[in-house]
């Protein structure tokens, strides 16, 4: 396998990236209304759309701008839940605060697309749509449900039959599908850069390298140190997502840690590219051990995979995603391999997102469950609001103290001990 595997921290994003500037390190005191710990998506929302409401905002990051899974993820802008629909959430939640969450995700989308346009950022974005294909007849039957949840609530949301994924994707052998066309594509860490730019613009400030030790509540407010400085802050956002380590430990055990492989080929030739996803969409199929593919804007296919357990399992997870590829795609040869890189996604045990009550003017935002890049989006433009003085209860989000998974310890693995079996399945099914 002739890939550059780039060591952990770095992605094909940060590798290739724009509009990279240093920030500074947090020096001395500081007083805000608002402090957010974590400089990925989720912060760099909530910073941009809290300023944009005259409070003030500082963003502390340990490492820098993006580190985290938004510099590591696939670029795939997706306004729906991860194995959740419309009708089960309502159930799940009764009809006002289902129907809230809803037309929460369901404009997640647009929000991230009206966000680039407005604020000119370059990213490679395109809103050309997000396409699930169907690999079983239940799976099908699964896609044209959730199409005719998701249409009547205004989405542009259609159910596909083989011969529209065929010609959308290039792909043979899917069954059918759904597609969403407010999803779509774009450079991960330039957005990200984009929306930290935007922020500091507004009047935010962000620091790098300052990684935050320890959060304390003093008075009415909250006081949070890093090694050369100190924030005090009415409110704080923890932004930390599967990245947030001994920060806060009962914060940790509320989400599975998921590693996730994502792998780049060379750029391709242009008969490949026409061939397969000439309209530039999303791909993420319905198989348990998920299958995604898109293109960026240099013609590089992206891909990925989660992680198995044994010896060498982090080469042998790339070289198996790098083979599915050719067999998936129809392809004459495995393409060259250019990167290779991983990132944790922090999974909910619902696949919902969550705010999590840590404190008076404390509060998490879990959002992720794979679906991070316009559900983190969303959730800054709610957590604005709360740090302008809206109540958690009366956020779209479901709001609660933390609820540590039972086991943890263990049943953080449970999603590397459980892929072998999802493989077989996904097997059997096709
Ligand atoms: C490989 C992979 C592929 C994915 N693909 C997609 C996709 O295609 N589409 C999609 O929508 N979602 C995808 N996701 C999910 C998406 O990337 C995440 O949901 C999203 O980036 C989470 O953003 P965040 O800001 O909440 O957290 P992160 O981006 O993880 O940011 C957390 C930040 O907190 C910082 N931090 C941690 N501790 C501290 C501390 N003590 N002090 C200061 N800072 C601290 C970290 O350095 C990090 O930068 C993917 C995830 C992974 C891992």
Known sequence: ?????RPHGVSLWHAVSRGRRDRPTLEGALDVDLAIVGGGFSGLSTALHSVEKGISVAVLEAEIIAWG????????VVPNFAKRDPDD???QLGPERGERLVDFAAGSADLVFDLIRRHAIECDAVQSGWIQPAHSPAALQKTRSRAEQWAPRGRPAVALDRQAVEGLTGVRGYLGGWIDRSGGVLNPVEYAR??????????????EHSRVASI??????????TASGSVRAEKVLVATNAYGGSLNRTLERTYIPLKIFQIATAPLPREIRTRLLPGGQGVGDTRRNLFTFRFDGEN????????????????RVRRAIWRRLAGHLDLPDIPPLEYSWSGMAAVEPDFLPHLVDLGPGL?????CNGRGIAMTTAMGKVLADWADGTKPQDLPLPFAPPSPIPFHSLM???PNMVLPWSMLRDRLDG
């Not at 899974?69 to 795939?76: E, L, Q, S, V």
């Open 1 to 5: 396998m002739n890939a550059v595997t």
């Open 69 to 76: 899974a938004t510099g590591r993820n696939a670029g795939f």
């Open 89 to 91: 959430i309502i159930a």
């Open 194 to 207: 984009g929306l930290a730019d935007a922020a500091e613009k507004a009047g935010a400030r962000i620091f």
């Open 216 to 225: 304390d509540h003093i008075g009415d407010g909250w006081a949070l140190k």
């Open 300 to 315: 590089r296919l992206i891909t990925g995979g989660m992680h198995v357990f044994g010896p060498g399992a982090d080469t």
């Open 363 to 367: 509060i998490a935002g879990l959002a």
């Open 412 to 414: 953080r693995h449970a």
